[in-house]
């Protein structure tokens, strides 16, 4: 889907996150990296008007494609197989792109995407020759430009053949980093094996990150909207968090006296679960133990756990399946998330992470609840794409109505607002008349589980300590 709308946020936010650019994919024959794979695709969809999303302009295409072979994707895959309609084979990306060329009107916007493409693929070491059309309608020996040339246009023919001196005797240009920062990958966000694997000693530099600068291609999840980060999500008030893999809010807090002290409070209660449960230490100590050099959204995110863990915390109602997953999923987890703030690929990552953690927490078989009321817990801890609860339940209060959805998406929300849902039709014309929600409707917020509310109302009793210290 982010190759055939030409999504470049989406798709480098998946590289930025560990998407593994040499995954095979499952039943394609022979090596199909998707990457690889999404780059055939990507000048295919050039070629092919007919198959082509007419809601992405062609430069959209070449833009995608340049950041795929920065990052260190293959100019010249051979990929068989039908990859959409009747294209049976994929010879060489620089013959389809020729074609490109050939079909196109010069100074159309097809054509400067074209050669836009072949400056790209020329530069990453694409092969010059060429072994059989598309479809394998011909056998044709030779190069590229001995093509060109075979199809007239020799305008055409003079401009691959100057892009083919120019990068002729030039090395394939170092690897980028997929954050978009414009660094080299082994400086960057490069894994140790990565470092290992290039004989680059992780003590100079790679591998430890880098945060965004003003410059840099905005990660936010607004689709080929190109804009940077100093003008974007900066701009409204957000900061890319490393730490987190995302764009938060920017607060700054001052270390006044009472927010020394909850902090102590917190401390010291994070100091009771470790010592009742050592696995806790792994997990959360080198956070807690420096909880005071964080910032304050780190700061949250490591408490979370630890006050979860509170005996208030089960007199809420909130589950300890929901505590077992907090614990253990890989990224900050608080409800539903903020329109935007948050691509969709990563939204449905986090959705499966999180679900399995708790399929995890059922299968042990340590809660009594697991054998008969698998589906309870189910219902309790796991999470929808959006952040909210998977199975949600029908909002009419005042009729005191306790169905939970017997599938995800089974209820239907409010028209109006969108955002409360309902079992059926009764049951909303209830909430309506008699339960107030034709005075909030449009206020109204989704329902959260029990350990979402528990924590959101944690975290504004221990602001209410430092609230003259929070600055915009």
């Not at 190109?226 to 999500?233: E, F, I, Q």
């Not at 703030?341 to 609840?369: F, M, P, T």
């Not at 909210?388 to 239907?412: H, M, T, Y």
Request: glycine share 10%.
């Amino acid at each position: 889907w982010a190759t055939a709308n030409a999504d470049l946020p989406i798709v480098r936010y998946l590289l930025r996150n560990g998407v593994d650019m040499e995954r095979r994919q499952p039943g394609a024959p022979g090596p199909n990296p998707p990457m690889v794979a999404s780059v055939s695709r990507l000048v295919f969809m050039l070629v092919e008007e007919k198959v082509r999303n007419e809601d992405v302009s062609n430069s959209d295409y070449a833009r995608l494609l340049r950041f795929l072979l920065d990052v260190g994707a293959s100019p010249n895959p051979e990929i068989s197989g039908g990859v959409a309609g009747n294209w049976l084979w994929c010879s060489p990306l620089l013959f389809t792109t020729a074609s490109a060329m050939l079909r196109s009107t010069v100074g159309s916007e097809q054509y400067e995407a074209a050669v836009s493409m072949a400056d790209s693929l020329l530069r990453h070491g694409a092969h010059l020759s060429t072994h059989d059309g598309p479809r394998r309608q011909t056998a044709f020996q030779g190069t590229v430009v001995d093509w060109m040339r075979q199809g007239g246009r020799s305008d055409k023919t003079d401009t691959l053949e100057a892009l083919v001196k120019k990068y002729a005797e030039q090395p394939r240009p170092p690897r980028r980093c997929p954050c978009g920062n414009g660094k080299l990958f082994l400086r960057c966000h490069a894994g140790k094996e990565d470092l290992k694997a290039a004989g680059v000693d992780a003590s100079n530099g790679g591998g430890k990150g880098a945060e965004l600068q003003d410059g840099d291609y905005c990660p936010c999840s607004q689709p080929r909207n190109g804009k940077l980060y100093g003008r974007c999500c900066k701009r409204a008030g957000k900061e890319w968090r490393e730490t987190l893999k995302e764009i938060v809010e920017i607060k700054s807090f001052t270390a006044t006296p009472d927010l020394l002290s909850k902090i102590q409070e917190m401390q010291q209660e994070a100091q009771k679960i470790r010592l009742a449960d050592p696995s806790m230490a792994q997990e959360m100590g080198p956070q807690l133990g420096d909880i005071i050099g964080l910032g304050m959204h780190e700061a949250m995110l490591a408490s979370d756990a630890a006050f979860l863990m509170l005996p208030e915390a089960i007199e809420a109602g909130v589950d300890p399946a929901f505590v077992y997953a907090i614990r253990r999923a890989p990224f900050k987890f608080r409800g539903h998330y903020p329109t935007g703030s948050i691509a969709a690929g990563e939204q449905l990552r986090r959705k499966g992470e999180w679900n399995h953690l708790v399929d995890e927490y059922i299968a042990a078989g340590k809660d009594c609840r697991s054998a008969r009321q698998g589906r309870c817990i189910e219902v309790a801890a796991k999470i929808a794409a959006n952040g909210g609860p998977l199975f949600r339940q029908c909002d009419n209060i005042s009729g005191r109505c306790e169905k939970v959805e017997p599938e995800e998406g089974a209820f239907k929300r409010c028209a109006a607002c969108r955002g409360v849902v309902y079992c059926s039709t009764a049951c909303q014309k209830t909430a309506w008349v008699h339960g107030g929600h034709k005075k909030s409707c449009g206020q109204a917020r989704p329902s959260e589980s029990p350990g979402v509310v528990y924590l959101k109302a944690s975290t504004i009793a221990m602001m209410t300590h430092f609230h003259d210290g929070l600055q915009a």
